[in-house]
């Protein structure tokens, strides 16, 4: 009987990817280096489409590149879930941070900047400084993974599991699978310790080195299902 993977995608990408040059990940690649023994079933990998933040931004272009790449290889599954943007009022981390930190792209010069905050925080009626700001919240892709986890462990489709997330909110999925008898294992993508709860609902754990990115890297020109180029984004 086969292992099969489920991927947190956006849990992997804040944990280990985010900030690197190894974005243009295999997962096929990574899942064989973590399970070398294994006769890998299925990867199931959980995400959901973003969207630009505004004009200029290409976010959205490069991630459905890297989702065709992926999807190229018929051991990946992509399952989606969606994001939800909504504008909200949030603090400004003013006390934490320099000013030239504040603002993405920098607005210059600082010290107008500095002095317009300044004399905001002398007039404001409350304790502090509030921005409008685009608040992206992913949805279903935590539910789908352990949804998808429970039914194969029920259906007897493997024997194993690999859950790649470190989300608490998982910690039932995995017992439930569990239950089902096939044995459950994690790997925590993120330099933080593995989240106790989860660690627990556990059968076992492998630990992720970040120094396995650079091997598990795709071609910077894959060939897509429908025959075409697909070329790893410049920016990557």
Same mark, same amino acid.
């Given at each position: 009987?086969?292992?099969?993977?489920?991927?947190?995608?956006? !849990?992997?990408?804040?944990?280990?990817? =985010?900030?690197?040059?190894?974005?243009?990940?295999?997962?096929?690649?990574? $899942?064989?280096?973590?399970?070398?023994?294994? %006769?890998?079933?299925?990867?199931?990998?959980?995400?959901?489409? $973003? =969207?630009?933040?505004?004009?200029?931004?290409?976010?959205?272009?490069?991630?459905?590149?890297?989702?065709?790449?992926?999807?190229?290889?018929?051991?990946?599954?992509?399952?989606?879930?969606?994001?939800?943007?909504?504008?909200?009022?949030?603090? @400004?981390?003013?006390?934490?941070?320099? $000013?030239?930190?504040?603002?993405?792209?920098?607005?210059?010069?600082?010290?107008?900047?500095?002095?317009?905050?300044?004399?905001?925080?002398?007039?404001?009626?409350?304790?502090?400084?509030?921005?409008?700001? +685009?608040?992206?919240?992913? =949805?279903?892709?935590?539910?789908?993974?352990?949804?998808? @986890?429970?039914?194969?462990? @029920?259906?007897?489709?493997?024997?194993?599991?690999?859950?790649?997330?470190?989300?608490?909110?998982?910690?039932?999925?995995?017992?439930?699978?569990?239950?089902?008898?096939?044995? $459950?294992?994690?790997?925590?993508?993120?330099?933080?310790?593995?989240?106790?709860?989860?660690?627990? %609902?556990?059968?076992? %754990?492998?630990?992720?080195?970040?120094?396995?990115?650079?091997?598990?890297?795709?071609?910077?020109?894959?060939?897509?299902? !429908?025959?075409? %180029? +697909?070329?790893?984004?410049?920016?990557?």
């Amino acid at each position: 009987m086969s292992t099969y993977v489920y991927v947190d995608a956006l !849990n992997c990408y804040y944990g280990a990817l =985010k900030g690197t040059q190894y974005k243009w990940l295999d997962y096929a690649a990574l $899942v064989r280096s973590l399970l070398p023994l294994d %006769e890998i079933g299925k990867i199931r990998y959980f995400t959901a489409n $973003v =969207k630009p933040l505004g004009p200029g931004d290409k976010s959205h272009e490069r991630q459905a590149a890297y989702l065709r790449a992926l999807d190229a290889n018929p051991l990946i599954d992509l399952v989606r879930g969606s994001f939800r943007q909504d504008d909200d009022w949030l603090p @400004l981390a003013e006390e934490k941070h320099p $000013v030239r930190d504040l603002f993405r792209p920098r607005l210059r010069p600082t010290t107008l900047v500095r002095m317009i905050l300044s004399d905001a925080g002398k007039r404001r009626m409350s304790f502090h400084t509030l921005s409008r700001v +685009i608040v992206r919240e992913e =949805k279903g892709s935590d539910v789908s993974l352990g949804a998808y @986890l429970v039914f194969d462990a @029920l259906q007897g489709n493997c024997s194993k599991a690999l859950v790649m997330s470190n989300d608490s909110d998982l910690k039932d999925a995995v017992m439930l699978a569990k239950s089902a008898g096939i044995d $459950v294992g994690i790997v925590n993508p993120h330099r933080q310790p593995t989240n106790g709860v989860l660690l627990r %609902e556990a059968t076992f %754990e492998i630990p992720f080195r970040p120094a396995t990115l650079a091997s598990c890297q795709l071609p910077a020109i894959v060939i897509g299902k !429908n025959g075409k %180029e +697909i070329h790893k984004p410049r920016e990557w």
